[in-house]
């Protein structure tokens, strides 16, 4: 069967109206201010607020605390987007929201030209609208941080776009340019490193390739596969140096029993159903997929079976498919469900927790990329039913339009703010670990402690023992004064992820609040050993080794913590002082005085630092031009 022309004079006309589409569907996301995991990534994060410290940025893990290594996120790209950005915008939200939509309108544009070249014209048309109006998109394009996902998806979309276009053999120029869109669509988003997957798939559905065939086609095609081969081999060894492994992130919030493999089969069988979902039916959107969102699976049930039985029978009339002719954008092919089907696997694979744990569950944002596969297959579907029966193709069309119009435009403002995303969030599944712990922290914001605490109990209840819901749990409770609690979590914090530092750190600040030097000093040490820069800690070290009469060795800990910084404060300085006349070195104490004499710049401070002179050494100071002379060097 032969499609009819399309009533678009070209390809050109086509993608435009992909990406005016785009842009009308998300205006009013224009208003929206940073929200979620725009604060951590960008308001609260100075290595990106200035030109001089984003190259420092580019090679640093993509969360900027100290955990952000263990996260397994290193995305130079966006980074340096980010970065760019801030230098022009400032803390100003509306124009990186415009940048978000622009480049969402120029992927829907991108699909098209890319479809076109694989599939008839009004399909390829379709499937542009489609992505552009399409609301689990949301959350990629009205949240700042978004543009990881939609920059990594335009950049893979160029490089597919330029091996489609380079012809049956691939020379090295194009390869080399498939190669560069690679490397930039790797470093805005991992989910990119699955290109060569999809380059396969571009080339085994455009024809018969069959096992007979492959070495005749790997001739054709070994030089882009070399490019894509030395780019990945490169990003992923720059990853290791920065982060220390190649893909080892802490496992998603409650999620510890999936590494059990038996527990993971019934719980992706409820993940997968939530795929299917959001993909044909988008009407409930979430911005978290914690347990209790997605129960984690303790053996079969209804909707863990039915997700089940359903990516196998889409796996079964995927193979149906795939022996239908190959791809030709001059002729009708049931072959697009299959391409559709596989485009979706292979680059939800990184995020799936079918190899390997990630880092969530579940997220719409995740489904970007792979959405430009499933999104193809149905609107295949849609225009062989304007074929078939024209007034329900017609009918199923408009209003498969004007739904998804509808939800992205009212799903947009959700993303204004923190308190607009938590309190939806809150809204739709009060019962989340995640709803729970975001719950905890308005209502001690409130001053409700007793209400704080069943909410925080009941996320540990929930979520587990994740390390980072334990220790940020923990420090609630020491403001809220239950240090015992606190300590529990603490403990078992520290045992289970012995790799991390903050668990021993808190449990220092917790001993040496309570006195206990031995304790605080064991917890330092471990904490130190991994964080040795961490002037808070060595700065505990000093008065645990203090209170243990161990002058010598606080000594030592006190200047370390003034290297690190603690030296501005001149009573820090002055602490010097008394475990270097501690451990019977008045000179040493003197120097240690000047110095305290040179940072305090108040007069409170100096008549203090001058009556320790006479308490320490017995004499006052000589003379003021020393400390004058160090305080204005040009003098």
């Known amino acids: 069967m032969r499609l009819p022309p399309s009533p678009l004079k070209s390809v050109r006309s086509a993608a435009w109206l992909a990406a005016a589409l785009g842009v009308l569907v998300y205006v009013n996301a224009l208003g929206n201010d940073f929200a979620y995991d725009d604060m951590h990534i960008i308001v609260d994060n100075e290595s990106i607020q200035s030109l001089a ?14 955990h952000g290594e263990a996260l397994g996120l290193w995305r130079p790209t966006s980074t340096a987007l980010l970065g760019l950005q801030y230098a022009v915008f400032g803390d100003n939200a509306a124009p990186y929201h415009a940048v978000n939509v622009l480049a969402h309108a120029a992927t829907s544009a991108v699909v098209v030209l890319l479809l076109s070249g694989l599939l008839a014209l009004p399909v390829a048309l379709l499937a542009g609208v489609m992505f552009a109006l399409h609301p689990v998109h949301t959350e990629a394009v009205a ?18 776009w330029v091996h489609l276009r380079c012809g049956p053999r691939s020379g090295w120029r194009p390869a080399l340019f498939v190669a560069a869109w690679y490397a930039l669509a790797f470093g805005a988003k991992e989910i990119a490193v699955t290109l060569p997957g999809v380059i396969f798939l571009i080339d085994a559905a455009r024809g018969r390739l ?52 038996v527990p993971r089969i019934w719980t992706l069988g409820e993940i997968w159903s939530h795929y299917v979902r959001l993909m044909v039916f988008p009407l409930d959107l979430s911005s978290d997929y914690s347990p209790n969102v997605i129960p984690l699976g303790l053996g079969w049930h209804a909707l863990n079976t039915t997700g089940a039985v359903m990516v196998l029978a889409i796996l079964a009339g995927c193979l149906a498919a795939w022996r239908r002719p190959p791809l030709d954008p001059d002729r009708d092919s049931g072959r697009v469900v299959a391409f559709g089907v596989l485009w979706f696997l292979i680059t939800i694979s990184p995020v799936s927790n079918v190899l390997f744990l990630a880092g969530v569950l579940l997220a719409e944002r995740t489904l970007y990329l792979p959405s430009v596969g499933a999104i193809a297959g149905l609107a295949w579907l849609l225009v062989r039913l304007y074929h078939r029966r024209r007034i329900v193709g017609v009918v199923c069309m408009i209003a498969t339009g004007v739904f998804m119009s509808w939800r992205t435009w009212t799903r947009n403002p959700v993303w204004h703010d923190n308190l ?27 001053g409700r402690t007793s209400e704080a605490l069943v909410s925080y109990r009941a996320a540990l209840g929930i979520l587990g023992n994740h390390y980072f819901l334990t ?10 004064e239950e240090n015992r609690a606190a300590e529990i979590l603490l403990l078992r914090a520290a045992d289970d992820y012995p790799e991390f530092a903050r668990a021993q750190q808190l449990l220092a600040v917790l001993y040496s609040e309570r006195g206990d030097a031995l304790q605080a000093e064991r917890y330092l040490r471990l904490a130190l050993d991994l964080v040795p820069e961490d002037r808070v800690s060595n700065h ?11 002058y010598a060795e606080a000594a030592v800990a006190r200047r370390r913590a003034i290297e690190l910084g603690e030296g501005d404060y001149w009573q820090q300085w002055v602490s010097l002082a008394y475990l270097e006349l501690s451990d019977g070195d008045s000179t040493a104490a003197r120097i240690a005085l000047d110095s305290a004499r040179v940072k305090a710049v108040t007069e409170g401070g100096r008549t203090q630092v001058d009556s320790l002179y006479l308490d320490l050494l017995g004499f006052e100071p000589v003379s003021d031009t020393l400390s004058e002379t160090l305080r204005d060097p040009g003098s």
């Open 53 to 66: 410290t984003v190259p420092r940025a580019i090679v640093s893990s993509w969360w900027p605390d100290e």
């Open 143 to 160: 949240n700042v941080i978004g543009i990881a996902e939609v920059a990594s998806t335009l950049f893979f979309l160029l490089a597919c």
């Open 210 to 261: 069959g096992f007979g065939e492959l070495p005749g086609y790997l001739r054709d095609r070994w030089k882009v596969y070399a490019a894509m081969g030395v780019t990945a081999a490169a990003m992923l060894a720059a990853r290791y140096a920065i982060l220390g492994s190649i893909a080892n992130p802490i496992g998603p919030l409650g999620a510890g029993l999936l590494e059990e493999g």
């Open 420 to 446: 607009t995303v938590f309190g939806q969030m809150i809204e739709d599944y009060p019962h989340s670990g995640r709803s729970q712990w975001v719950l905890g922290d308005l209502f001690l914001q409130q």
């Open 471 to 480: 220790t940020a749990i923990a420090r609630k409770f020491i403001s809220l």
């Open 540 to 550: 505990l070290l000093a008065w645990a080794l203090t209170e243990q009469g161990r």
